[in-house]
């Protein structure tokens, strides 16, 4: 099961292996980084989410 990269909480997977959350991709970056759907909440834009990954 996949953690959240900004919290550690495990993501939930959905049907279909759909995950609970979002992945977020960084620019020049071939890693993706899988976020939970409250930290997508909590972080609403990609430049957020990214500035509390890296
Ligand atoms: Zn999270």
Redesign the pocket.
Known sequence: MPK?T??S?KIEELFLEKLNGTIVKKPNSNKHYP??F??QKKFRTKEELLSKIS
Request: with cysteine; glycine share 0%.
């Open positions: 959240c900004i919290c909480n976020v939970c409250d930290c």
